[in-house]
């Protein structure tokens, strides 16, 4: 059977235009896809003034591996928006860990808390086994660095 | 008159070509409002509880913070302490561990001494490229 019109005249079935018509579903699709993804922290933001330091480097570690360890401007502990008295963070930390034994703690001090409140910390932690520790940095900017 | 005539121009339906616009509008408006807060700090890895280990003291620079936050400088054999400011700590460090890469900054805190302090000395050592690190308190 000969092509009718030597084939030049067919069109084309497919439209070339994008349908607008599913662009909605997409777009609703990509919204609840992003909704249901995101995870929403629960924890309280404790007010604290943050120390600086030019070395911070992001902590590449999943969210679930991290521990936030707060230390308010009163050098109160805070876990999982728990108050935790000094020698309670080891019986605190140690479940935590037992059941992910990736977890970092991220110290999250005010910069004006006096030390012996970190060193109890630390041996804290040291006796939960959990010693992977961040010291949580704000990223400091010079703007003149002093010459050498 | 052809009131009666007029037909109604207003659609019932919903207008579905402007919904990919509001959708689109809602997922912008998402995207930008998300706050990523991302981990940032310095990390350091505690020793095991009691492994703590015996070195040598000559490998030992001693970086003791007091509570004004002044750096009193220790060589591990030597008795000599020099005090400086934290900003020369990651000169010296430098200088010591070119001569000697098996060398522990060992950062001796006061009590009293506030948190930013030891963080101001931490950064040093971190900029200086230590990779052996101790942390401790002065008085125990």
Partial sequence: MAVKAGGFKRRSGTSSDIPSSSMADIAFLLLIFFMVTTVFRREKKRDIDWVNAEATKKIDEKRKNILHLWIDTDAQVW???????DQDIAQVVRPLYAENREIVIAVRGDRDVPYSKINTITK????????????????????????? | MPILNRKQRVSDE????????IAFLLLVFFLTT????????????????KEEQEVSAKNILFLIVQADGSVVVRRGESEQEQIVAYRQVEGILRQELAANENLIAAIKTDPSAAYRHMINVLDEVKKAGAERISLQMVGE
């Fill in chain 1, 79 to 85: 876990i999982n928006d728990q108050a935790i008295a």
């Fill in chain 1, 124 to 148: 804290q932690l040291q006796a939960a086994g959990a010693v992977r520790v961040t010291f949580a940095t704000r990223l400091e900017q010079r703007m003149s660095r002093p010459r050498r």
């Fill in chain 2, 14 to 21: 919903i207008p579905t070509a402007s919904m990919a616009d």
């Fill in chain 2, 34 to 49: 998300t706050v990523f807060n991302e981990e940032k700090g310095l990390p350091i890895v505690l020793p095991e509880e």
